[in-house]
Structures are given as C-alpha cells and as structure tokens.
C-alpha cells in the first residue's frame, strides 16, 4: 500500500497475485494441520517425536507450508527489488486514496504543503477533487 508513495514506483501486479497465492497457500496449508495435531495431544516445543502417533504426515504438510511461505517472502523480496529498478511510476495517487498523504507527488517532498489544505470532511483529497470540477 505504501511501497509507491515511498518509492515513487508500483510493484508488479502478476508478481503480488503469486505472492499472495504463495503466502495464504503456505499458511493454511501450515497452521490447519497444527490444529488437527493438536486436538491429537501432540505437545508443543518438543524436537522430536517417537513414531507412536500418525504425526508425521500432517508434520511433514506443516514443514512444506512453512517452506511455501518462506517461497511468497522470496517471490516478495524480488518484487521489491525488481520494482525499485524497473517498476513503473507510480504518480501522486496510484490507489485514488482520499486523504491528504495522496494529494502530493510520490516520493513526498521534504515539506509537503505550503499551508494546509482546508479540511472538512474525513475525505479531505476527494473535497479536493469535488471543488476543481
């Protein structure tokens, strides 16, 4: 949300989506088997386990979707550092935002307004846009 506005530049759409896909996969496909091994009687915080219980299965789908989400971190961190080089500009207000943080250029200069723009509602920038039509 805030990657334009401090950087200037947008992060690639199809490299967000796979992101996201990676990153909710990875969590349910981690946290839902711990619920089940826990309703089990698997304790926590214990390194290993003897194989007297059928934990191993759900185990090893929790460990791959902890690898899957340390995946959507990589795909992310990419995202970021391709997006600073390459990344399309992403203008004053890429999101059509309605408070005032959107209606100065992205990255914002060191003083953003010379005085305050008049404020008088809880959408200040769309006042904004309603009084220049």
């Known amino acids: 949300y805030w990657f334009p506005k401090v950087t200037g530049r947008l992060l690639d759409e199809r490299l967000a989506k796979a992101t996201f896909a990676l990153l909710f996969v990875g969590a349910l496909a981690t946290f839902i088997p711990m619920f089940f091994l826990g309703s089990q009687g698997m304790a926590r ?31 992310f961190l990419f995202n970021v550092m391709r997006s ?3 990344g ?17 250029s992205s990255p914002p200069p ?3 307004f010379e005085s305050l723009p008049p404020i008088r509602s809880h959408t200040p920038l769309l006042d904004l846009r309603e009084e220049g039509r």
């Open 88 to 104: 399309a500009l992403a203008g004053p207000d890429p999101w059509e935002g309605q408070t005032l943080e959107w209606a100065t």
């Open 45 to 75: 915080r214990v390194a290993d386990y003897l194989p007297l219980h059928d934990w191993t299965t759900l185990n090893t789908i929790s460990t791959i979707g902890a690898f899957t989400i340390f995946l959507g971190v990589l795909v």
């Open 110 to 112: 060191r003083h953003n």
């Open 84 to 86: 600073l080089r390459l």
